[in-house]
């Protein structure tokens, strides 16, 4: 998507933006700058980011819309609980969703490359390999912060543990951003939209089998791809924590997978995907045997669509009819993933 009119964000309101000009030079000068540039924005209906050039190095803002105002409080407190995997803020305003970040560097999308397309299949193994350590060093990050559940959801981390699952998708059902897509170009049909419906004896069994995993509910990035990844040294650093939420673990495999198969042109279920399933689930199999963790990845990964439709009911308030039909559409292609076969 391109960059957006300010009015759709509050980046065109002066005294909110002169606010954060404000903010960001009285931060940047108490951290020792006395070269402050121009923060360039870039303007988006779920943020607001922008970076800004200093004597110290180039430093980036980033604004939060209330529905993921958590986040600079959460990476904060993922600086402290797992030092060195998350950017660590140089200034924070968790009140208004502000915060103020070094730059991380290459990202890992960089580093593989822009395009998207189909490789030859040497090269696909070998770049969905590239994946390797950095879903080892994620699923670590995972496991570390499982015990701090409670910690996460006093920050305002939204709780889509699997037992929360059927009552969020009950709201998605009926809201007024899904019903408007049921017959709408790029929505959903009313025959999708009584199937849902009907699926939800089906959903809430799924759901009860999760709840049930020895694995325990911990922390889910909700969009980890390639350009969400720093490469660090030998090291990986996870940034663009806004969609997160308090999940079963392998529920981020969801968009992980999808974004490896696009780039390579993997269908689901190739060698390639399964192979890098595996590496991410090895950490657990101490815990439970392989095949109950595979049985649990695709559980977590179909119930995942229901996340990432909460995902983008997120935006700024300013955000209008027009976007926030886009933003339905999204709603209801998520949703209607559901619909796809029985996980086993």
Same mark, same amino acid.
């Given at each position: ?74 990476m904060e407190a993922l600086s402290r609980w797992v030092p060195g995997r998350v950017l660590a803020p140089l200034a924070i305003d968790p009140d208004r969703g502000w915060s103020l970040l070094p730059d991380g560097g290459a990202t890992l999308g960089e580093k593989l490359g822009a395009s998207a ?11 969905? !390999? ?190 209008? !009819? ?10 209801a292609h998520w949703l209607a993933r559901l619909l796809e076969p029985a996980p086993d």
């Amino acid at each position: 998507m391109e960059d957006l009119p300010g009015e759709l964000s509050p980046w065109g309101d002066p005294a909110w933006r002169d606010s954060v000009l404000l903010w960001v030079h009285t931060r940047l000068r108490e951290l020792g700058a006395s070269q402050i540039g121009d923060l360039q924005p870039r303007i988006r209906p779920w943020s607001v980011t922008g970076r800004v050039l200093t004597d110290r190095g180039p430093v980036w803002f980033k604004a939060n819309p209330p529905g993921s105002r958590f986040e600079p409080a959460l990476m904060e407190a993922l600086s402290r609980w797992v030092p060195g995997r998350v950017l660590a803020p140089l200034a924070i305003d968790p009140d208004r969703g502000w915060s103020l970040l070094p730059d991380g560097g290459a990202t890992l999308g960089e580093k593989l490359g822009a395009s998207a397309s189909a490789s030859a299949s040497a090269d696909a193994s070998a770049g969905v !390999r590239s994946w390797d350590e950095p879903l080892r060093q994620y699923a670590a990050l995972q496991r570390a912060v499982s015990g701090r559940v409670g910690e996460l959801a006093g920050l305002g981390v939204p709780d889509l543990r699997a037992a929360r699952l059927p009552e969020q998708f009950d709201a998605l059902m009926e809201s007024a951003q899904l019903r408007a897509q049921v017959g709408a170009a790029d929505g959903i049909t009313a025959g999708q939209y009584a199937a849902l419906g009907e699926l939800r004896p089906t959903l809430a069994a799924w759901c009860d089998r999760l709840a049930a995993s020895v694995v325990p509910p911990s922390l889910d990035h909700s969009d980890l791809h390639d350009y969400q990844v720093f490469v660090s040294g030998d090291g990986y650093v996870f940034f663009d924590w806004g969609d997160a939420s308090i999940a079963h673990p392998f529920t981020s495999l969801l968009v992980t997978l999808r974004a490896v198969s696009a780039r390579y042109g993997l269908a689901a279920g190739s060698p390639e995907l399964d192979r890098l399933r595996e590496v991410y689930l090895e950490p657990w199999t101490a815990e439970r045997p392989a095949a109950e963790l595979r049985a649990d990845a695709r559980l977590a990964m179909r119930l995942g669509a229901i996340g990432r439709a909460i995902c983008w009911q997120r935006a700024f308030p300013e955000a209008g !009819r027009q976007l926030r039909n886009e933003h339905g559409k999204a709603v209801a292609h998520w949703l209607a993933r559901l619909l796809e076969p029985a996980p086993d």
